[in-house]
């Protein structure tokens, strides 16, 4: 673990183990996605729960039809 995490900062300093810049970039923006999808879909459960709730409804009427409307645009 500790040598995949130090990895990029090894790479730096060891000429034959470069990373191009554009695969580091890639690398690093696809772990950014996958860390905002996993959080997504953890939280995606308790907004469904939450706008299809009893309280909601009395408020704002039939809004519990539209929830994966509204997670879909936000």
Known sequence: ???AVSFPTISKQIP???IPGIVFFIGKH??????LATAFIHLL???FRSLQS???AE???KLGKYTGSIM???
Do not use: H
């Not at 696809?30 to 860390?35: E, K, N, Q, R």
């Open 30 to 35: 696809f772990g950014t996605g996958v860390i």
């Open 59 to 61: 408020r704002y009427g």
């Open 45 to 47: 459960d308790d907004a």
């Open 1 to 3: 673990m500790a040598v």
């Open 16 to 18: 034959f183990l470069r």
């Open 72 to 74: 879909f645009v936000i």
């Open 54 to 56: 009893k309280k909601v």
